[in-house]
């Protein structure tokens, strides 16, 4: 370590071994494959050339597995009797290359699409009555 120079050292977790130790500036590659999917920690502790320590910590989320979709049920959603649920699981690729197969996933058409179909062809069959009338 050079005199001029602070030191990081990064915790993830409560892991009370660094998963590196290093002199700054520094670019540091985080390999989250290498983490189970979910929320996670990272504690940076510097320590400056006169001894002095600095904390930062960031919240992050994993999600290195595959994609899951759902339609047909929320959360925190109140439900009675059976449900239909459309279930999707897809995998992002890596960062070379993109998935395109399975990657999205088919969706029910919402209600007020419905409501709006309908209502324009009332109008277009209330326009046709009207319109033969007129001649």
Not at 112 to 132: D, K, L, M, N, R
Request: net charge negative; hydrophobic share 40%; aromatic share 10%.
């Amino acid at each position: 370590m050079t005199k001029d120079s602070s030191k990081v050292f990064l915790f993830i977790d409560n892991d009370p071994h660094p998963i590196a130790e290093l002199e700054t500036p520094i670019v540091f590659d985080l390999d989250t494959k290498k983490l189970a999917d979910g929320d996670h920690l990272l504690k940076i502790v510097s320590r400056s050339p006169s001894g002095k320590e600095g904390i930062r910590t960031i919240n992050f989320t994993v999600a290195n597995g595959p994609s899951i979709r759902i339609e047909g049920l929320k959360n925190k959603d109140v439900v009675d009797g059976t449900l239909s649920l459309m279930i999707n699981a897809y995998d992002k690729g890596n960062q070379k290359s993109f998935l395109i197969t399975g990657s999205e996933t088919p969706q029910t058409i919402p209600f007020w699409i419905w409501i709006i179909v309908i209502i324009f062809a009332g109008w277009a069959v209330y326009y046709e009555i009207t319109s033969a009338a007129v001649q």
